[in-house]
T-cell receptor, first 110, second 115 residues
Framework: DAKTTQPPSMDCAEGRAANLPCNHS???????VYWYRQIHSQGPQYIIH???NNETNEMASLIITEDRKSSTLILPHATLRDTAVYYC???????????FGAGTILRVKS | NAGVTQTPKFQVLKTGQSMTLQCAQD?????MYWYRQDPGMGLRLIYY???????DKGEVPNGYNVSRLNKREFSLRLESAAPSQTSVYFC??????????????FGPGTRLTVL
């Protein structure tokens, strides 16, 4: 699987958009980008995934660059409850397991 | 739906003791997983079961065994616990590992301390 690089931590003001970057410069054509998050002491939670088009759901938006070497997870109106570790994972489409890196600690501040 | 449940929530063992961590899911998922998470680190896959009747090693299988008891239940056994196995253990399930867009759902975790 392609390796991902994320900043170790970020801060965001409550009510503002949180933009979390992820680099995956060695991604190959059949690999998806997944985002999970882990709120303190809980199990990870699925957020969103995509292949090459931008995606949006009730939780977040995922913007993938045209060359697919990087992506950005956007939480449009961050709340204190969004404080968590966010994991960017690149995964092949079939039969492949999730590999979690260290992730980005997002701190939402009032 | 309870989703993915794990028992116990907390456990303290002495070195050399054995124990089994239980996991069950009620989402009719085919695939199940066991991860461990050490402080300040991401999750590492111990074992997984792509479908009922099959199990495979993950990234860190040494010191563990698993049993896929039926479609709902996937247990993790420590035969002789060591302090290096102190960790938080998460069970997860997904519809089918081979699916294009397989998404994993996680349990609340078991916090294990080995003295």
């Amino acid at each position: 699987d392609a390796k991902t690089t994320q900043p170790p931590s970020m801060d965001c003001a409550e009510g503002r958009a949180a933009n979390l970057p992820c680099n995956h410069s060695t991604i190959s054509g059949n690999e998806y980008v997944y985002w999970y998050r882990q709120i303190h002491s809980q199990g990870p939670q699925y957020i969103i995934h995509g292949l090459k088009n931008n995606e949006t759901n009730e939780m977040a938006s995922l913007i993938i660059t045209e060359d697919r070497k990087s992506s950005t997870l956007i939480l449009p109106h961050a709340t204190l409850r969004d404080t968590a570790v966010y994991y960017c994972i690149v995964r092949k489409e079939y039969g492949n397991k999730l590999v979690f890196g260290a992730g980005t600690i997002l701190r939402v501040k009032s | 739906n309870a989703g993915v449940t794990q028992t116990p929530k907390f456990q303290v063992l002495k070195t050399g003791q054995s124990m089994t961590l239980q996991c069950a899911q009620d989402m009719n998922h085919n695939s199940m997983y066991w991860y461990r998470q050490d402080p300040g680190m991401g999750l590492r896959l111990i074992y997984y079961s792509a479908s009922e009747g099959t199990t495979d090693k993950g990234e860190v299988p040494n010191g563990y065994n698993v049993s896929r008891l039926n479609k709902r239940e996937f247990s993790l056994r420590l035969e002789s616990a060591a302090p290096s196995q102190t960790s938080v253990y998460f069970c997860a399930s997904s519809e089918l590992l081979r699916l294009l867009t397989d998404t994993q759902y996680f349990g609340p975790g078991t916090r294990l301390t080995v003295l």
